[in-house]
């Protein structure tokens, strides 16, 4: 075997066989063994601390770049790098937000070109389905991407409207003679519509208002529909970002009828609860909404029994002004919770209060949003042929979130002095050190990453 060029070495390693002492060797950029002994000879060698955990780098699955065409949103300069920071190596990003959105083949082309060059971290794009898109599914998944993200209400862009059953039964026919997946927001219109109705004209800084406007009886039925729709075309289907523990037994009965249904939550949904959401801070708005503690204790039960499948950011940037920091108006301001960099942290930080461990955060954080990607030969593991993709942090050190600290482009997020447990040491894309300790000593290095289908 040829000699390699890096061996890292710690007693903490995370591999599918469970957390232990062992070496990995790197060459090419590519994982040529895991060993429990000292490893080959190589040309470089690092040594991980004995409180420290190597792990998978994070795939995140749910990231609004927003670029080209918002990039004063964030873009992917700054999203790759708050990436890296995070211990994130892998981005798909959404298919809104940009302008245009990722719904043709000519979009597509155009968001790799503004992310060529600029990625800290390796990126991936969903497609989209939208109304009268269905002729652009197919070239679109031919020229890369490994899925396709809908909305069933507004999205609060005017580019990417929401579809219907009547849209969605064709495309998700066409969706599964391809072999892939639609990801779903799932909130139906009609309970929002009802809430709207009864909720009348209240304070409009009121927490518990914007709750009540997105109740959780917009996701089962969605959820419901979809099921349905999955069952009817056998279409994949992925439910991003659920936030009320309602449904799982819906879908814990979908797979278990043979449907191909998984579902994500993420860090925010399993970190805040309503109860301590201050009215007017508007940071904390996105839809779903944030609910309430009990609530929250249902999503960690589901996930560490393995209802739900993976845990993803959803990070959602925006400018101050479209926050309404100033006026506190849940109404107005946009919803999305900025999150990229902390959601490794985040997640440990409320995984190791519920007795989870590291290769628990691996299996949420990594290999699960690799699968769902089409990346699961590659990414999301430490295993011989994969990248070598790491992630070296600490479980046990702590910090406060600093907002202007952080390296998203706006300093906005309700984990703003907040402390978290689980410090980044260094991040390696493909072997290469892109973060290192508040440093980035690399070039960017991201490349475009397609499905293994592709």
Known sequence: MPTPDLVITGARVVTPDGEG????????GVITAVTRDGGPDAARRIEVGEAEVLMPGVVD????????????????ETATRAAAAG?????????LNSVPVTTTPQALAEKARAAAGRAMVEYAFWGGV?????????????????GFKCFLVPSGIDEFPPVTADDLRPAMRRLAELGTVLLVHAESPGPIERAARAAGNGDPRRYHGWLASRPAA?????????????????????IVHLSSAESVKTLDAARRSGLPVTVETCPHYLTFAAEEVPDGATAFKCAPPIRERAVREGLWSALQQGSIDLVASDHSPAPRALKALDSGNFLDAWGGVASLELSLAATWSAARQHGAQPVDLARWLAAGPARLAGLGSRKGRIAPGYDADLVIWDPTACFTVEPTSLHQRHPVTPYAGRRLSGVVRQTFVRGQCVYDQGKFPSRPVGVWIKPEAS
């Open 87 to 95: 211990g994130v190596t892998t981005i798909v990003d959404m298919p």
């Open 61 to 76: 699955t749910h990231v609004h770049v927003n670029e080209p065409g918002r990039t004063e949103w964030e873009g992917f």
């Open 21 to 28: 002492p062992a070496s990995i060797a790197i060459r090419d």
């Open 130 to 146: 939208i109304p009268r898109n269905l002729d652009d599914l197919v070239p679109l998944a031919r020229a890369g991407v490994p």
């Open 218 to 238: 917009a996701e089962q039925e969605a959820i419901e529909l979809m099921v349905d729709l999955c069952r009817e075309t056998g279409c994949a289907v992925h």
